[in-house]
């Protein structure tokens, strides 16, 4: 990791991975694991969804547990995660349905890696079924399915992960920079910037027929029955708004997030979002796309959101990817691999580390280990994750109010984060929801 302090001396710090950090944070570093089960007592697991991003979670949660079962849609993938030495060991058995797995009374906790549009319901099933839950990021679709979540988790008592792995991992610089903001290090925070890059876009795509394995109607679940075409599945499908968000909400999950974090909104929203510039790759009509064979998602966008106390939050596709707190006393740019500081925020950083007690709470009274780590701690004692479904909801809300005003041709929204509610304005209202097919609606 690099710690960059100094402003204009630009005098860089080098700092020697997590071990240093964690001295800064007021925290030594622990032994991997220590505060776990004993090793005859591994959670058994289940993996939902074995793309590239679920598999890679199962690689992390399988030092912890035993894979004894793995559902996804496309057989190819559930024999590459069967096969796998970190995860099936060639014993797991595969399911094209989740639902038949979740079935089963040997499955103690899932991990869900499927694309977004899936999220919500297979994590209202999974739960209903007495199983804990880790769910990669964007949590959900619509804002509608991040208050059923809410209420599903509070019903069931089950622990639900979400994979913001950045509240956990990436030598623990943005907890670094949320607990040096709450330390007063740099004064109240006016305004925050999460630069988080564009989307793409491609060319007209033709039908195709679905490859052999593949559930093509099962994949689309509740979306509308299409043709298939290859830029629609697997990991193109975040740059359709049918089954994801684009930037705002692939990294936005993650920029978005950390913003609302440090600024303490974890329970909270912005009152208003206002479109400064933004670019679609298609035109729409009343908020949805007119064209059909290609991506659809914002290609560039700057967006501002305002809360109640005056900070704004700005999102934007231009600078460089990472998140800036912009205080009285100083200033924080962070980033997966650097933090940079100036101002207050560098006084005593050594001599005057952030208080334990501070950390924490930030971890909600867990230890500065690894996300998946702190997933299956929580599972064990019943505590709160790192990465919640109330917090992840507020920040995925501001992203989803984000799409809302671009797609309704740039519009400014007034939200209302009690009620949780668009005032004014009937027809963006009715995009906190959407139509889903019958049989894949995601329902408490």
């Given at each position: 990791m690099l710690v960059r302090t100094g402003g204009d001396r630009r005098e860089f710090l080098k700092v020697a991975a997590s071990g240093a950090t964690l001295a800064v944070l007021g925290e030594a570093p622990r032994a991997a694991g220590a505060a776990f089960r004993a090793k005859n007592d591994r959670p058994r697991l289940a993996l939902i969804g074995a793309g590239g991003q679920g598999s890679g979670d199962a690689r992390g949660a399988s030092r912890f547990g035993d894979f004894v079962a793995i559902a996804d849609v496309d057989r190819s993938h559930a024999e590459r995660a069967r096969d796998d030495d970190h995860i099936g060991k060639k014993k797991a058995e595969i399911y094209g349905d989740y639902r038949k797995l979740l079935e089963r009374d040997d499955v103690d906790a899932v991990i869900i890696g499927t694309p977004d549009h899936w999220h919500t319901k297979i994590c209202i099933d999974a739960m209903k079924a007495g199983k804990d839950v880790y769910c990669e990021k964007p949590l959900t679709l619509t804002i509608d399915e991040g208050k059923i979540l809410r209420d599903v988790v509070a019903d069931t008592k089950k622990i639900l992960q979400v994979g913001t792995q950045q509240r956990s991992d990436h030598n623990k610089v943005f907890l670094m920079a949320v607990a040096l903001i709450r330390a007063g290090r740099i004064g109240k925070v006016r305004k925050v910037t999460a630069a988080i890059g564009g989307g793409p876009s491609c060319e007209p795509q033709?039908?195709?027929?679905?490859?052999?394995?593949?559930?093509?109607?099962?994949?689309?679940?509740?979306?509308?029955?299409?043709?298939?075409?290859?830029?629609?599945?697997?990991?193109?499908?975040?740059?359709?708004?049918?089954?994801?968000?684009?930037?705002?909400?692939?990294?936005?999950?993650?920029?978005?997030?950390v913003a609302h974090w440090g600024l303490d909104k974890e329970d909270d929203g912005p009152t208003s979002i206002e479109i400064e510039r933004a670019e679609l790759p298609v035109a729409y009509k009343d908020g949805w796309p007119a064209v059909a064979d290609r991506y659809n998602t914002a290609l560039t966008f700057q967006i501002k959101a305002t809360f109640a106390d005056g900070a704004t939050l700005i999102i934007r596709d231009d600078t460089e990817n990472g998140v800036t707190f912009e205080g009285e006393h100083g200033r924080i740019f962070v980033t997966r691999d650097r933090i940079d500081l100036s101002g207050g925020a560098v006084a005593g950083l050594y001599r005057d580390p952030v208080p334990e007690a501070l950390l924490r709470e930030l971890r909600h009274g867990k230890p500065l280990d690894g996300h998946m780590e702190n997933f299956i701690a929580c599972c064990a004692d019943r505590g709160k994750p790192a990465s919640d479904v109330w917090s992840h909801h507020r920040a995925l809300t501001t992203c989803h109010l984000s799409n809302i005003a671009i797609r309704l041709g740039n519009r400014k929204l007034t939200w209302d984060p009690k009620k949780e509610r668009i005032i004014g304005d009937d027809q963006a209202d009715g995009f906190l929801s959407r139509p889903q097919r019958a049989g894949f609606e995601a329902r408490a």
């Open positions: 033709a039908p195709e027929t679905p490859p052999p394995g593949l559930d093509w109607d099962f994949w689309l679940g509740q979306a509308p029955k299409v043709d298939y075409t290859p830029k629609r599945c697997h990991a193109e499908f975040r740059w359709w708004y049918e089954y994801s968000g684009g930037k705002l909400t692939d990294w936005g999950a993650h920029h978005v997030d």
